[in-house]
């Protein structure tokens, strides 16, 4: 079993910068790909970046170059640090964890486990 738990989200100003986190917790996290997904008001469910266990790392076109991921093994955390904010940002931003250690997908169904969500709003 593996519980997530985002932190990191509030307010910012459109052009700004927030860092996100997901801690994890469980005796199972080791080995396990990461990955970020927001939904934003009236819209679904969508990819935003992964991260293989050894660092491997995929974003989607809404996040390159604006935003990146990043993990600490030692620390069962993984990050996504978002510059460059803009109001179309806004979103809950949640992580998820898979159990292929080398996964870096797009895909939902990919992810067993998944946080409750932090949110995260751009003003104009």
């Known amino acids: 079993q593996v519980q997530l738990a985002e932190s990191g989200g509030g307010l910012v100003q459109a052009g700004g910068s927030l860092r996100l986190s997901c801690a994890a917790s469980?005796?199972?996290?080791?080995?396990?790909?990461m990955g970020w997904f927001r939904r934003a008001p009236g819209k679904e469910r969508e990819f935003v970046a992964a991260?293989?266990?050894?660092?491997?790392?995929y974003y989607a076109d809404i996040a390159k170059g604006r935003f990146t991921i990043s993990r600490d093994n030692a620390k069962n955390t993984v990050y996504l640090q978002m510059n460059s904010l803009k109001p179309e940002d806004t979103a809950v931003y949640s992580c998820?964890?898979?159990?292929?250690?080398?996964?870096?997908?797009?895909?939902?169904?990919?992810?067993?486990?998944w946080g409750q969500g932090t949110q995260v709003t751009v003003s104009s």
């Open positions: 998820a964890a898979s159990v292929a250690a080398g996964i870096i997908s797009g895909r939902e169904y990919e992810y067993e486990y």
């Open positions: 469980g005796r199972t996290f080791s080995g396990y790909g």
């Open positions: 991260i293989a266990w050894s660092g491997g790392r």
